[in-house]
């Protein structure tokens, strides 16, 4: 069946835009995760979904990222006035529930803030 | 606070040879989760392995093996026999399950594997 997508694949923004990022999870899973991976590094925990739910949002960097989503299915990562250091490939991934679960991820969203 | 760390930012194998990526972990949760993922030039993410902390056995996957030391808070990656399709990023991930019911995973800084013909 069809894996985690996400669009755009690659994206190029002026530094105070705003940018919005889409995942669609594979259908059934209940779980969604955003991560950030910047260049060279590990994956950085931004926000997850129990349905439509997040019940964290610690990993948000500022209060000018958001995240919903709706359905329990497609999400949306907000970034409002974006900042040259928001540069970064952001990840998404889904599972189809708690625990030992494994994540199947997208294939990113690179987003360059110029 | 739960911590992931790999000391190896990069690694050299001969090609069929078996190498070991380190991995610490720390948390004062007695549930967790233990991962490994491998990750391409190409961007994408690939799970290879799972150790539950009250797993008795360590966990094996084809050529992977996860050398879990709970005690020493440790959950090496051993993979054998090296292709040079092995080369890439490997991140060591701990799963850790939140008040709220649900669960995030923190990442290592990861191990880039270069694997030598």
């Known amino acids: 069946g069809a894996g985690v997508s996400q669009s755009p694949s690659n994206k190029v923004t002026e530094k105070g835009k705003d940018v919005e990022l889409r995942c669609d999870p594979i259908?059934?899973?209940?779980?969604l995760y955003w991560y950030r991976q910047s260049l060279g590094q590990g994956l950085e925990f931004l926000i997850y979904f129990q349905g439509n739910s997040a019940p964290d949002k610690s990993g948000l960097p500022s209060d000018r990222f958001s995240a919903e989503r709706t359905g329990g299915s497609v999400s949306t990562l907000t970034i409002q006035r974006t900042q040259q250091e928001d540069s970064a490939v952001y990840l998404c991934?889904?599972?189809?529930?708690?625990?030992?679960?494994?994540?199947?991820f997208g294939p990113g969203t690179r987003l360059t803030v110029t | 606070a739960q911590k992931i760390t790999q000391t190896q930012p990069g690694m050299f194998v001969q090609e069929k040879e078996a190498v070991t990526l380190d991995c610490t972990y720390d948390?004062?949760?007695?549930?967790?989760?233990l991962f490994w993922y491998k990750q391409p030039s190409s961007g994408e993410m690939i799970f290879l392995i799972y150790q539950g902390s009250y797993d008795q056995q360590n966990a094996t996957e084809g050529r992977y093996s996860l050398n879990f030391q709970k005690a020493r808070k440790s959950a090496n990656l051993v993979i054998s026999a090296s292709q040079l399709g092995d080369s890439a990023m490997y991140f060591c991930a701990m799963r850790e399950f939140l008040n709220t019911g649900g669960f995030k995973t923190i990442f290592g800084a990861g191990t880039r594997l270069f694997v030598k013909a």
């Open positions: 948390t004062s949760d007695p549930s967790y989760g």
């Open positions: 259908s059934g899973h209940t779980a």
């Open positions: 991934a889904s599972t189809y529930g708690g625990g030992t679960y494994e994540q199947y």
